[in-house]
């Protein structure tokens, strides 16, 4: 709904296992070409976005994502 | 080709063309969904139209086959819903497939207590010709065949028309001229009046079939089924055994070659088998847009239907919403030409009907964003959402195969009344339709007792009978049942509905100064 800055976005680590989650979704990738990947991604984004469930969070995370 | 036999209706000689006649209240171009209904429901409120129809049958082809509760509401205080529904397919389930396995149902009505179900479906010449042939039997309503508006010229306080006719032309003046004369409107174009919006590529084949057999009453959609792999199919069951089946062909689709009979029968028989029979009613190559004007009402002309605005066919908001457009105008119309109201009060036909035309536009446009992904990335995220909706219900709700056609919001009109009190959930409230519901010991309906202008609800306020405005009908109803939950009702809860059913007020407690202060704002007595 709204496009500003929310501050809903989560900037500090929220993560136990950085490195263990980073390399589990890079090597999830590992052997898929380029059109593979993009489904892959978007599957990917669809079941984190519900799980996540906050318009706002999702609004400025596609804000913060898109290139610059 | 089409089991319909077409009816030609007579063409009358009209008396202005052996001397001037009267300037007219209402003249109406465009006998097609929006016209008939604006002109009986004018009718119904004392006000006498004209009706001009350049032709002398109904549509041609079934068209708009989805006919939706609301719009069955309206032409059930017309007299028309009833054979639409004894005629007609009854329908408020679908199911959606992907490749050759459903993936979820889906009911558009999921609790009882309507008198109308969801949809109807019913091809569109047979909704005409209950139309016309009501107008036929109401004397208020002048419908001229082989009428054609060929000039249209507007004046301070009325427009002036030149109409031909196989006898020749004659003038015709109108104190307000509504144009319902469809998507390429004629009286739009006489005024060039820009008409702008979004021009979609991709082609679509309908062919309409009748098919012997076990039909599905039920809404069905392929994404990329087994006959046809590459694209979506979407299915209808309609009256007579016809079936409209509507194939995707993609951007890059040979319209002329895709229209030749073997082409369709080539397309069907991957569908229904080599054993199935059919024969053809009616088919179409199309692509569509979405555009609406930037007004709908310019001076004393006034835009009702596909003039006024247009959407793809997913989600069956084209007829629905000439309907609903229609019905916000008649009582507006009629209290301006009673002299109850200013010209004002069609200002707000203007801008709630714009607002719902933006809503049908921005869902209609989703629905075909899903349905014809843009870009790689879209047609990425919609296939993952197709992936997913097996597993995961919540991707069900992602899957946009048409939103369909329920009334639109109409919010921050100047009629309504905002609500005073906060303690509201999910019961309709001001710019919102009214809920049906079962009243009288489940013996009738609320919209069969609603009042022919305003009516005001109230809840557990039996033996109170309340001094109300003029043109304000009571129903009181008892704290209970379906319709205390539907309108979230405590004792005194009162709401007040407009002619076309829309909430305009609501109130915890029974207060005679704020209804008629809110009776007075809904009927435009507040606009300068």
Redesign the interface.
């Known amino acids: 709904m709204n496009d500003q800055p929310s501050g809903a976005l989560r900037r500090t680590l929220n993560l136990a296992r950085p490195d263990e989650v980073y390399n589990a979704i890079v090597d999830a990738h590992k052997g898929l070409d380029d059109a593979a990947c993009r489904d892959f991604d978007a599957r990917l984004i669809l079941l984190l976005a519900n799980h996540v469930g906050d318009e706002a969070v999702i609004r400025e995370a596609l804000r913060e994502a898109a290139p610059k | 080709m089409s089991s319909y036999t077409y009816r030609h209706y007579p063409y009358r000689r009209p008396a202005e063309l052996d001397g001037a006649g009267t300037r007219r209240p209402v003249v109406i171009v465009g006998a097609g969904i929006a016209g008939p209904t604006l002109a009986l429901a004018l009718a119904k409120r004392g006000v006498p139209s004209v009706l001009l129809d350049e032709d002398d049958t109904v549509s041609i082809g079934s068209r708009s086959i989805c006919q939706a509760k609301h719009s069955l509401e309206v032409w059930d205080r017309l007299g028309v819903a009833a054979p639409m529904v004894e005629k007609g397919i009854t329908w408020e389930q679908g199911e959606l497939y992907l490749h050759d396995r459903p993936v979820f149902r889906f009911n558009l009505q999921p609790e009882p207590g309507h008198k109308f179900p969801a949809f109807v479906n019913l091809q569109q010449y047979y909704v005409e010709e209950y139309l016309v042939d009501r107008c036929l039997a109401e004397p208020a309503v002048d419908l001229r065949f082989r009428h054609k508006v060929v000039a249209v010229t507007p004046h301070a306080d009325h427009v002036a028309l030149s109409v031909e006719t196989p006898d020749g032309t004659y003038g015709l003046e109108a104190q307000w001229l509504v144009a319902c004369d469809g998507v390429r409107s004629p009286v739009r174009h006489a005024l060039g009046l820009p008409f702008e919006g979004e021009v979609f590529h991709d082609q679509f084949l309908i062919a309409d079939i009748r098919l012997k057999g076990d039909l599905p009453k039920e809404r069905r959609f392929w994404f990329y089924p087994p006959f046809h792999p590459t694209n979506s199919v979407l299915l209808h069951r309609q009256a007579d055994d016809v079936l409209r089946v509507d194939f995707q062909l993609g951007r890059d689709a040979d319209a002329e070659a895709e229209r030749q009979p073997e082409a369709i029968d080539r397309r069907l028989r991957m569908m229904f088998g080599p054993e199935a029979r059919w024969e053809h009613e009616w088919s179409s190559v199309y692509t569509f847009t979405c555009r609406m004007m930037r007004r709908f009402v310019e001076g004393r002309v006034i835009f009702a239907g596909d003039s006024a605005h247009v959407v793809s066919p997913f989600g069956a908001r084209g007829g629905n919403a000439a309907v609903a457009d229609v019905d916000n105008l008649a009582w507006k119309l009629a209290l301006v030409v009673a002299g109850e109201a200013g010209p004002a009060l069609l200002d707000t036909y203007d801008s709630e009907r714009r607002a719902a035309a933006r809503e049908n536009i921005l869902n209609s446009t989703r629905s075909t964003d899903f349905i014809t992904p843009k870009f790689?990335?879209a047609r990425?995220?919609r296939?993952?959402?197709l992936?997913?909706a097996r597993d995961?219900p919540?991707?069900r709700a992602?899957i946009n195969s048409g939103r369909l056609s329920v009334p639109t919001r109409q919010p921050d009109s100047p009629l309504d009344t905002p609500d005073g009190e906060a303690d509201w959930g999910r019961a309709p409230g001001p710019g919102q339709a009214m809920l049906d519901a079962p009243v009288d010991g489940e013996t009738g309906w609320l919209i069969d007792r609603l009042g022919p202008d305003f009516t005001l609800l109230t809840f557990g306020l039996d033996g109170v009978p309340p001094p109300l405005p003029a043109r304000v009908t009571h129903v009181g109803l008892p704290l209970e049942g379906v319709a205390r939950q539907r309108y979230e009702a405590r004792a005194g809860t009162t709401y007040l509905l407009r002619p076309d059913r829309y909430v305009a007020a609501r109130w915890r407690t029974f207060d005679a100064a704020a209804i008629g202060r809110a009776v007075a704002r809904a009927a435009g007595k507040e606009l300068s």
């Open positions: 790689p990335a990425a995220f296939d993952a959402a992936d997913l995961f919540f991707a992602l």
